[in-house]
């Protein structure tokens, strides 16, 4: 593995990744087996030289979704109880190189 690595941003969160991962992230439209890119908020390469302008290629692996999450809510003395279930939809991607620019 290479001394490269990057901070991306996708679904409102931010992950430092380097070339051979895989992660999962929120959602991306894109089918399975289809490259996306990024755009890096930070990055440094080889040299050890850092910049603000990269991109960051991923394969997508798979869709899928993830556990399971229940809320519940309940008013004391009140007779009032509401359960409800989320299962957030992810998808899975695995970075294949940084460019820096």
Not at 10 to 15: A, E, M, S, W
Not at 88 to 101: E, G, H, M, R, V
């Amino acid at each position: 593995m290479s001394d490269m690595y990057a901070i991306i941003e996708t679904g409102g969160r931010q992950f430092w990744v380097s070339p051979g991962e895989t992660i999962r992230v929120e959602k991306l439209d894109a089918e399975q087996g289809k490259e996306v890119t990024f755009k890096a908020l930070w990055a440094v390469g080889d040299n050890k030289q850092s910049s603000k302008s990269a991109d960051v290629v991923a394969e997508v692996v798979k869709q899928g979704r993830g556990p399971k999450i229940l809320v519940f809510k309940r008013r004391q003395k009140k007779a009032y109880k509401k359960l409800r279930g989320h299962r957030q939809s992810l998808t899975d991607i695995k970075i294949k190189t940084i460019s820096i620019n």
